[in-house]
């Protein structure tokens, strides 16, 4: 979860060369409760790891760079 766009496309970029990732992560716009601004949004980077070959301590120090967290669904 990033807070901006902008972020999360350049997070993507990144996110995609550290990792080598074998897909780019979807960018969703997701839009605070009740608030119509774009603005008002957070930026989520979703990515599948179906194989779980990603570290998710690696993932939550990656989101940190990028002022951002990790969830997991």
């Known amino acids: 979860m990033l807070p901006d ?3 999360a496309q350049e997070a993507a970029e990144a996110l995609g060369e550290r990792f080598r990732l074998d897909e780019e992560p979807q960018l969703v716009r997701d ?3 009740g608030e119509d601004d ?3 949004a957070q930026w989520l980077l979703v990515l599948r ?3 779980a070959r990603l570290d998710p301590g690696e993932l939550d120090a ?7 967290w990790r969830e997991e669904p």
Request: hydrophobic share 40%; no cysteine.
């Open 38 to 40: 774009a603005e008002d």
């Open 5 to 7: 766009r902008d972020a």
């Open 31 to 33: 839009a605070l409760a």
């Open 62 to 68: 990656f989101a940190g760079e990028w002022d951002g």
């Open 49 to 51: 790891d179906e194989h």
